[in-house]
């Protein structure tokens, strides 16, 4: 299957900085890619929606300004956590989609997440 | 508001077939779909449904019916592997135009010799 893959795969940085999370498509080119989190015994929460070369689309209740998306690319997404403190520490994933097939239907690869600590 | 529900806990035997239930309330359904996670893994993207009917794709279907704000996950012929918790997780319309995806909080699937 297609393969997505995130860096890096665990971090550990101050309150108070700022951390990049990559997400790219390695076989395949990604229209979409989704951002994720997850607290531990939790289940998912999808943060944004990011279309490449446009704005993403951020949910309900997730700041825009504090989670910054970037998708460039057809291949690379970025979530950047600004001014990160300890309540952000989650598992951060993302996941790229294929081209809707001539069935409608499309394909979604997750990356294998990112553990973000806030010390 | 929104809510989705689906049972905590399930147990079946290697070789049999399970059927995982998912219901919901939205106001305005745009998709449900289904991903599988093991234990401190990411997830993987099982089905998408947003038209009723079933949807097959090898040893897994998923099933709609948005009249009854119901889906399930069957899987056939469990393995071992498909111990996992299973996500159901409902897209939904809001108010200001844009969306909003509501997970459950997953079925563990313990699957036994």
């Known amino acids: 299957g297609a393969v997505v893959s995130q860096h890096p795969s665990r971090v550990i940085c101050k309150s108070g900085t700022s951390v990049k999370i990559e997400c790219r498509s390695l076989?395949?080119?990604?229209?979409?890619m989704f951002w994720y989190r997850q607290f531990p015994k939790q289940s998912l929460m999808l943060m944004a929606t990011?279309?490449?070369?446009?704005?993403?689309?951020?949910e309900q209740g997730v700041e825009k300004d504090k989670f910054l998306i970037n998708h460039a690319s057809l291949t690379l997404s970025t979530l950047t956590v600004t001014s990160a403190h300890p309540e952000d520490s989650s598992f951060y994933i993302c996941?790229?989609?294929?081209?809707?097939?001539?069935?409608?239907?499309?394909?979604?690869?997750f990356g294998p997440g990112t553990r973000l600590t806030v010390t | 508001g929104q809510n989705i529900d689906q049972p905590t806990e399930m147990t079946a035997t290697e070789g049999a077939i399970v059927q995982i239930n998912c219901t919901y309330q939205t106001s305005g359904f745009n998709g449900l779909f289904w991903y599988q996670q093991h234990a401190g893994e990411a997830p993987t993207f099982l089905s998408y449904n947003v038209l009723d009917g079933l949807e097959e794709k090898g040893r897994f279907s998923s099933f709609l019916s948005r009249s009854k704000g119901y889906s399930y996950l069957l899987l056939k012929e469990l393995q071992m592997k498909d111990s996992a918790s299973y996500l159901c997780?409902?897209?939904?319309?809001?108010?200001?135009?844009?969306?909003?995806?509501?997970f459950g909080a997953g079925t563990r699937l313990f699957v036994k010799a």
């Open positions: 996941s790229a989609r294929t081209l809707f097939l001539a069935g409608g239907s499309a394909e979604q690869y």
């Open positions: 997780a409902v897209r939904d319309r809001v108010d200001t135009g844009g969306f909003k995806t509501i």
């Open positions: 076989d395949f080119q990604a229209t979409t």
């Open positions: 990011s279309n490449e070369g446009s704005k993403a689309t951020y």
